[in-house]
């Protein structure tokens, strides 16, 4: 079965700082793990996704992810934020050695950006 | 805007009632998803249909029922309702069955539901 958990529901940071946001797998099967960002009143769009192919995966909007397996961890970072940041982030998994084709989410992460 | 397109965007209705939330995918997407997010249980995964199949199953109840038509749109049937059914419901949709590197999910700006 996969799980995936993400460390903290709030996290605040002021402009400019790091954002790190944790994310933590677990799958019977090699993962595919993905980043999604929600901002308020709209849907899911994809940051980024593992896939395999380079462990440091970079996404959108300045946003990058490193893929430990050792740690099972997909954290995600941005070494400057900006007000427009702020928005609830999720970490999903699936398996692509498993039979289901959908993602497993994260209960989320809301980041919040200072000025 | 990911392409994918739901309707309606907001919907109130009474308990016991029925309602149909309706999804087309993004062009040339065979797989359609829904997923139910509330405060109380995060982002839930109903159902997949692949090419008008069902393809797989999560957390839905029997209460609820979806399918995929000939042209790939989809509907989620939503029956019985409670006020616990009050939620964000997505639909999503990739071009492929299965978690392959480039299959990637696309979700719409989902179905507020609310059950009063």
């Known amino acids: 079965a996969q799980s995936v958990t993400q460390l903290g529901s709030h996290v605040s940071v002021s402009e400019g700082a790091l954002v790190l946001l944790r994310c933590n797998y677990s799958?019977?099967?090699?993962?595919?793990l993905f980043w999604y960002v929600q901002y308020p009143n709209q849907g899911l769009q994809l940051l980024l996704k593992?896939?395999?192919?380079?462990?440091l995966v970079k996404g959108i909007n300045g946003f990058e992810a490193e893929f430990k397996k050792s740690e099972t961890s997909f954290h995600l970072t941005k070494p400057s934020a900006h007000m427009s940041d702020a928005a609830e982030y999720f970490c999903?998994?699936?398996?692509?050695?498993?039979?289901?084709?959908?993602?497993?989410f994260g209960k989320g992460t809301k980041l919040s950006v200072k000025p | 805007d990911s392409g994918v397109t739901q309707t309606p965007k907001h919907l109130i209705t009474a308990t016991g009632q029925r309602v149909t939330l309706r999804c087309s995918p993004r062009?040339?997407?065979?797989?359609v998803y829904w997923y139910q997010q509330s405060l109380d249980q995060g982002l839930q995964f109903l159902i997949q249909?692949?090419?008008?199949?069902?393809?797989a199953k999560g957390n839905i109840l029997e209460r609820f029922s979806a399918q995929q038509f000939p042209d790939l749109h989809s509907e989620l049937n939503l029956s019985s309702l409670e006020l616990g059914d009050s939620a964000l419901y997505f639909c999503?949709?990739?071009?492929?069955?299965?978690?392959?590197?480039?299959?990637?999910?696309?979700f719409g700006e989902g179905s507020w539901l609310t059950v009063v």
């Open positions: 999503a949709s990739s071009q492929g069955a299965l978690p392959v590197s480039g299959n990637t999910i696309y």
């Open positions: 799958s019977s099967v090699p993962p595919y």
């Open positions: 593992y896939t395999s192919a380079a462990t």
């Open positions: 999903a998994v699936s398996g692509y050695g498993g039979s289901q084709g959908n993602l497993i």
């Open positions: 062009s040339g997407d065979l797989s």
């Open positions: 249909y692949y090419n008008g199949e069902e393809r």
